[in-house]
């Protein structure tokens, strides 16, 4: 059972370049998130989808751009990377809101460094 | 979700409880208590939730304030590997996403 994967684990990049990172879930899912984590802060919301083909903006999402064209996946674009978005990234899943809790289960997170 | 209020960082011994606090002063009726926690290097993980009553699972247990103003997560005999940030979460009736705080960060000694 792979559940919840992203790739790369690690991404150094370049001010200006466009980076993808992928995220792949197993259990059909519903709900898909993308985080970032920084020092001192928590984890804040970039995205999240409900279904394939329905995004919503999070809590910080400028510089980001999403897609869900299957249920199973969910990739977080950076258009053209900037050294504030250095942090690491995590995704996340979780079942249908009809679900009295909405456990999400996280992915183990990638770290990119753009200098 | 609205904010939550925890220590920075609390310590224990090995093999002994551990309560880490929660105040959510702002908590409504149908809100849950959500917590997380995040090991070093590793994404959060699903720990336990509660609405009103206490609840128990084989991570831990979470004591619920009669007013609901406040809430203890125990965790009854610490070990090495319980060394994590511990995030608790006011949760919206109904809604879908997380609200991360800073946490408590729990270390733990021998």
């Known amino acids: 059972d792979a559940g919840i994967t992203q790739s790369p684990r690690y991404k150094i990049t370049e001010t200006g370049r466009q980076v993808t990172l992928m995220c792949h879930q197993t259990?059909?899912?519903?709900?898909m998130f993308w985080y970032r984590q920084d020092l001192g802060h928590g984890l804040r919301l970039i995205y999240y989808s409900a279904a394939a083909d329905i995004t919503d903006k999070g809590e910080v999402p400028d510089g980001y751009v999403v897609s869900r064209s299957k249920t199973e996946n969910f990739p977080l674009t950076l258009e053209s990377a900037t050294r504030s978005q250095t942090s690491v990234y995590f995704c996340?899943?979780?079942?249908?809101?009809?679900?009295?809790?909405?456990?999400?289960?996280f992915g183990p997170g990638t770290r990119l460094t753009v200098l | 979700d609205a904010k939550t209020t925890q220590p920075n960082s609390m310590e224990s011994n090995e093999e002994e409880p551990v309560h880490l606090p929660c105040n959510h002063s702002?908590?409504?009726?149908?809100?849950?208590i959500h917590w997380y926690r995040q090991l070093p290097s590793q994404g959060p993980e699903y720990v336990i939730h509660g609405l009103t009553s206490n609840v128990n699972n084989r991570m831990a247990s979470l004591a619920i304030a009669e007013d609901r103003k406040s809430s203890t997560l125990i965790l009854h005999r610490a070990t090495l590997r319980d060394a994590a940030v511990y995030y608790c979460?006011?949760?919206?009736?109904?809604?879908?996403?997380?609200?991360f705080g800073t946490g408590t960060q729990l270390k733990v000694e021998l």
């Open positions: 259990w059909s899912h519903s709900y």
């Open positions: 996340a899943s979780s079942r249908e809101l009809a679900v009295s809790y909405n456990e999400q289960f």
């Open positions: 979460i006011q949760r919206t009736g109904g809604g879908n996403k997380l609200t």
């Open positions: 702002t908590i409504s009726g149908t809100d849950y």
